[in-house]
């Protein structure tokens, strides 16, 4: 198998809730809300980079679609991982997903490999690292 990640899709409680996050919270590009028409059908479809797709779909929704058990999330199953060019991005980042409703759970700080992150929850939970790593450069 070629990895080839398209699309990572977040379950969500209140799509409406979760869109206005990540849309006017934090300025993410989307069509906004489509595919209404069918019962277990709307989702909100993010452009992240090219080839790569956030898709936020109803928790409800993908447990009917899999076939599997609706049951309590786990915030430390997976994290999404933002990385930025420098330290002061990293707070930046983090007081601009604050101020679009984010729950802060660490402020940026120096990490034990050398890099700078901090970590904030989307109103469903799910975790991001906002991290800046020297020696990444874009």
Not at 29 to 37: L, R
Not at 110 to 117: P, Q
Request: one cysteine or more.
């Amino acid at each position: 198998m070629n990895p080839r990640i398209t699309v990572i899709t977040l379950g969500v409680a209140d799509l409406e809730k979760s869109l206005r996050f990540y849309r006017d919270g934090l300025g993410f590009p989307t069509e906004g809300i489509v595919g209404q028409e069918f019962e277990f059908g709307a989702v909100v479809f993010i452009q992240l980079q090219p080839g790569l797709r956030l898709a936020l779909w109803p928790r409800k929704s993908i447990a009917h679609d899999s076939g599997l058990l609706l049951t309590s999330p786990c915030v430390t199953e997976i994290t999404l991982g933002h990385n930025v060019a420098s330290k002061a991005e990293v707070d930046d980042v983090i007081t601009s997903a604050k101020a679009a409703g984010a729950t802060l759970v660490r402020s940026g700080h120096d990490t034990f490999w050398g890099g700078y992150s901090g970590y904030f929850q989307d109103p469903d939970g799910h975790l991001w690292e906002v991290v800046w790593n020297p020696q990444w450069t874009e």
